[in-house]
């Protein structure tokens, strides 16, 4: 059984970086891919990044290339978001999510497990 924790997150100003952590507590879960989405005030969730479960290849959308990074830690099922250079369009409720598919773009819908959500609040 797969159980993802989040933590990171809080408040910023423009320019500013957070680090978002995500790690799976279950017990004798599969490697999973695994990154972030996130959803704005009336928007629907999109996916962020997203890094394979060996860590050599990685997604991100555009808004953020150059900007966040994601990566793996050495313990299995653990995952990084670092977030530099934010600005206000990047506040949100982001969302881990680790995943079982072969690609690493997902719809929300096809996601196989959710973290608890953190908020990124960054103001200008």
């Known amino acids: 059984q797969v159980h993802l924790v989040e933590s990171g997150g809080g408040s910023v100003q423009a320019g500013g970086s957070l680090n978002l952590s995500c790690a799976d507590s279950g017990r004798d879960s599969i490697d999973l891919s695994m990154g972030w989405f996130r959803q704005a005030p009336g928007k629907e969730r999109e996916q962020v990044a997203a890094v394979y479960w060996n860590g050599r290849l990685t997604y991100y959308t555009d808004s953020v290339k150059g900007r966040f990074t994601v990566s793996r830690g050495s313990a299995k099922n653990t995952a990084f978001l670092q977030m530099n250079l934010l600005t206000p369009e990047d506040t949100a409720v982001y969302y881990c999510?680790?995943?079982?598919?072969?690609?690493?773009?997902?719809?929300?819908?096809?996601?196989?497990?959710w973290g608890q959500g953190t908020q990124v609040t960054v103001s200008s």
């Open positions: 999510f680790a995943d079982n598919g072969a690609s690493l773009r997902r719809s929300a819908a096809e996601v196989d497990y």
